[in-house]
Structure formats: structure tokens, C-alpha cells
């Protein structure tokens, strides 16, 4: 399975952006996408939760991000896709795709870049 990310790129404190994962390959069945971010001062830390949705539409998002960001799916396209409102500069991070299929394969994205500025 191989997780193509799209969508990061450099927005000012406040703005928003779209954040695109598609999930290519074959003989998968998705249960869980999302995404999860780490900060780039801390490359070789641990990736934190943003948000990720189960087959059954579920979402868990994290604390920090609820009312601001909204994660969906079309499942016909193995794809999801986050949106991030009202960013902060705190938010700069790498964002990460994640993907959890049926027999518990689990697949990561190269990660694309979000900048905040100030």
C-alpha cells in the first residue's frame, strides 16, 4: 500500500489549510486513515495524534484540534482528508498519513510539511 500525501505548504497564523491522503495499492480493505504530526524540532520524536476515522465513520480527534479541524473520508477512493482551521504557529509540523488496514498493516506517508508563520 503506498499513501500519497498532498496539501502542505506555508500559510500565515490563522489561516487554514487542506491536507489530501489517497491510498494506493491493492488487496486492502481500510480500517482506520488519519493523520498524525510531529514538530520539526523534533524529527526523531514521537508523531502526535491530529486525527484519524474508522471504516464505521468514526472520528478521534485530538483535544487540541477539536472545533477546528475536520477530518473525512471517501471510502470509494481511499482517500482522506483534513481540514485545519484557524492554524497556529505552534502547529509547524510534519504531517504524516496514516493507515491501518483490515489485517492490521499498518503504513505511514513520507509526510508533507506544514508551516504557520507569525
Known amino acids: 500500500v503506498e499513501l500519497v500525501e498532498s496539501g502542505g505548504g506555508l500559510v500565515q497564523a490563522g489561516g487554514s489549510l487542506r491536507l489530501s491522503c489517497a491510498a494506493h495499492?491493492?488487496?486492502?480493505?481500510?480500517?482506520?486513515m488519519g493523520w498524525y504530526r510531529r514538530a520539526f524540532g523534533n524529527l526523531r520524536g514521537t508523531r502526535e495524534l491530529v486525527a484519524t476515522i474508522d471504516s464505521d465513520d468514526s472520528i478521534n480527534n485530538a483535544d487540541s484540534v477539536k472545533g477546528r479541524y475536520t477530518l473525512s473520508r471517501d471510502s470509494g477512493k481511499n482517500t482522506v482528508y483534513l481540514r485545519m482551521n484557524n492554524l497556529a504557529p505552534d502547529e509547524t509540523a510534519v504531517y504524516y498519513c496514516?493507515?491501518?488496514?483490515?489485517?492490521?498493516?499498518?503504513?505511514w506517508g513520507q509526510g508533507t510539511r506544514v508551516t504557520v508563520s507569525s
Open positions: 495499492g491493492s488487496a486492502f480493505s481500510v480500517k482506520t
Open positions: 496514516n493507515l491501518i488496514s483490515t489485517r492490521r498493516l499498518a503504513c
